[in-house]
């Protein structure tokens, strides 16, 4: 399914790195409404709900589909193989008379045709890593379907959805990306259209990848975000009051009796994965295939950024979260350990360090960065001092600002480490390094960051847990109160550190003027 969003760009990387990851936590999606079509494809469609009788012969996207698919992932070197079968089946598709097909056959022939095109969008863009990757797949291409000249959008959205009205169709379409309905290893048909639209949406709603009940809160694909109403509304079919109650027929007896106990329970959204939904994403035992974080980082780099698309930064943060989400218990150990690289790496550390609060919740995200930003802080003074020591001294040259501190911390230690954790002056990366090249021992340097980056942390932390905690809200059933809480918290904690920042700094400047007044050479005398 397509749906449409735009980041917007902030003036300074710092405060796009800051926004950029904040609005992880409480990013809406604005997927296209339900808008009827009119003019020549209306009249066909409406001729075919009035009086329609006829079938479609879908046989050959069957094969197709039975050959090229596995576990609800493609085939594309498969399909890529039996291309001329596929673009023959999309000729026939191409003349077929719309009007003359009963409702059944309809639908059916549009989910098939819907399905079959995105199909072939990816063949014709080979080595693309998400359909997102595309322009315009789903606004701009046109297709000729049943002699109308339609783009995937106007398949799913101005005909399937409005005239139809049955939110069953969204665990029938395929947007070619692994959180997708997956595509069935059979073509939809009028004659067993209804089963086969209940088989898709219980095998979608008992997949706990779409629905799960954690922490006696219910975790539901982003389906239930951007298409909601389509399952509530009157006028739909089937429908219930809420989405909870239309979930608890098809799910898992767990979720099904969750449901039942409490009609008015509290859900959230899953992030939405769009790699591309192929087989080669599935290793020999049919799990997915982990990805060195070397080699995603290496890609998301290689990735050019666009008016669409997020930056790298972003695109990393993304990835980091649905990575470690999907290791359960390790999740926290790979975050940490993806995050600790990064900051040995130069990478700037606060949005990842928001993510690990919209991620994890705020006390599992506090010591998870903690630990990992501290394990990059000892790292990087001993890279700075006994590897690198030539290239960092270069790196960090001609900043008098550093010659002031590595004089101070001959004088002062451990209490200028401190002060400059809790108001740095300069990046918290080149700071690591930066200590390696002073004369600050290895203990003082490691206790003082201990205490002096749990501030800064617990503050970003909290951005992110949160916007985590408010983005719950609006899909739970969490009150104003509630919401208002979490943001008092939020301002308290921004306020305290504030204030500690400051008083931190004053004391800086106060300790590194005394400094330069001590080795300040004497005044010539009269």
Request: proline share 5%; net charge negative; hydrophobic share 50%.
């Amino acid at each position: 399914m397509a749906f449409g969003r735009k980041m917007t760009r902030t003036f300074g990387p710092v405060a796009a790195a800051l926004l950029g990851a904040a609005a992880l936590a409480a990013t809406t999606c604005t997927a296209p409404s339900a808008q009827r079509a009119t003019g020549a494809v209306a009249e066909v469609v409406e001729r075919a709900l009035d009086s329609g009788a006829g079938s479609f012969d879908h046989s050959a996207w069957d094969g197709l589909l039975r050959d090229g698919t596995s576990g609800g992932l493609v085939d594309y070197a498969a399909m890529s193989a039996r291309r001329a079968e596929l673009d023959a089946y999309l000729a026939r598709v191409a003349e077929a008379d719309l009007g003359a097909l009963e409702r059944a056959e309809l639908m059916a022939f549009l989910i098939n045709a819907y399905n079959a095109l995105t199909v072939v969008a990816i063949l014709d863009h080979p080595g693309v890593a998400s359909i997102r990757e595309i322009d315009g797949v789903w606004t701009d291409l046109e297709w000729t379907v049943g002699g109308q000249s339609l783009t995937l959008d106007n398949i799913e959205h101005n005909v399937l959805r409005p005239f139809f009205r049955d939110p069953r169709i969204h665990f029938a379409v395929n947007c070619a990306s692994l959180s997708c309905a997956p595509l069935p290893r059979w073509a939809f048909s009028g004659a067993e259209f209804e089963t086969q639209l209940e088989e898709r949406s219980r095998a979608f709603l008992t997949d706990p990848a779409n629905v799960s009940l954690e922490d006696g809160r219910l975790r539901l694909s982003r389906y239930f975000d951007w298409y909601g109403s389509d399952f509530t509304a009157s006028g739909w079919a089937p429908r219930a009051e809420s989405i909870p109650a239309f979930i608890a027929p098809y799910a898992a007896d767990e979720v099904r009796a969750a449901v039942e106990a409490d009609p008015g329970i509290a859900f959230d959204f899953a992030d939405y994965d769009w790699s591309l939904n192929t087989v080669d994403a599935l290793s020999t035992d049919g799990s997915r295939k982990f990805e060195p974080p070397a080699l995603v980082v290496a890609s998301l780099i290689a990735q050019p950024d666009s008016e669409d698309e997020p930056g790298f930064l972003a695109r990393l943060v993304t990835w980091l979260r649905e990575t470690a989400a999907g290791l359960g218990w390790l999740g926290p150990f790979f975050y940490g350990l993806v995050y600790t690289l990064l900051a040995v790496l130069f990478v700037p550390g606060s949005a990842l360090t928001i993510a690990a609060g919209l991620t994890f919740g705020l006390g599992l995200g506090a010591l998870t960065v903690f630990v990992a930003a501290n394990v990059a802080a000892a790292l990087s003074f001993l890279i700075a001092r006994y590897v690198m020591r030539d290239r960092v001294e270069k790196l960090l040259a001609g900043r008098p600002a550093l010659r002031a501190i590595d004089r101070a911390v001959e004088t002062q230690g451990w209490r200028i480490v401190f002060l400059t954790r809790l108001s740095p002056v300069f990046p918290f990366s080149a700071q690591n390094y930066f200590y390696g090249l002073t004369g600050a021992t290895f203990y003082q340097y490691v206790a003082a960051s201990l205490v002096g980056m749990l501030p800064g942390t617990l503050l970003y932390v909290y951005i992110g847990a949160a916007g985590a905690e408010v983005a719950e809200a609006s899909g739970g059933a969490a009150s104003w109160g509630q919401t208002a809480l979490l943001v008092a918290g939020l301002l308290a904690t921004a306020a305290v550190v504030i204030l500690v920042t400051r008083v931190a700094r004053r004391e800086l400047e106060k300790a590194l003027a005394e400094v330069e007044t001590e080795t300040a050479p004497d005044s010539p005398r009269p």
